[in-house]
């Protein structure tokens, strides 16, 4: 059963750092793509990072230049380190399969979801 399982959520202050984690199980996942998606309360699931089969990355503009997606070394983890967390950075993480050949920022371009974790910043 294909299964993603998120970790590293927490509760930081502004400024901070946080690394998120994502482990695959089911099968091998070395050949999709992932993707990081956050919603917080009362607003709609939003794309955040995504990363290729062959290790191309993509971010939404909000957090270009402080969040990295990268692949763990058995390729079976994709992680999302989080740096200069903002208040506004506040809400569930999840992680997601990309459908091959889909865009990338909409929920509908994934069909596997993990549970995911909670990220929270203080100001």
């Known amino acids: 059963q294909v299964q993603l399982v998120e970790s590293g959520g927490g509760l930081v202050q502004a400024g901070g750092s946080l690394r998120l984690s994502c482990a695959t199980s089911?099968?091998?996942?070395?050949?999709?793509?992932m993707g990081w998606f956050r919603q917080a309360p009362g607003k709609e699931r939003e794309f955040v990072s995504g990363i290729s089969g062959s290790g191309g990355s993509i971010y939404a503009d909000s957090v270009k230049g402080r969040f990295t997606i990268s692949r763990g070394n058995a390729k079976n983890t994709v992680n999302l380190q989080m740096n200069s967390l903002k208040p506004e950075d506040t809400a569930v993480y999840y992680c997601?399969?990309?459908?091959?050949?889909?865009?990338?920022?909409?929920?509908?371009?994934?069909?596997?979801w993990g549970q995911g974790t909670q990220v929270t910043v203080s100001s």
């Open positions: 997601a399969r990309h459908i091959l050949g889909s865009s990338w920022n909409e929920a509908h371009d994934y069909d596997v």
């Open positions: 089911g099968r091998t996942y070395s050949n999709y793509g």
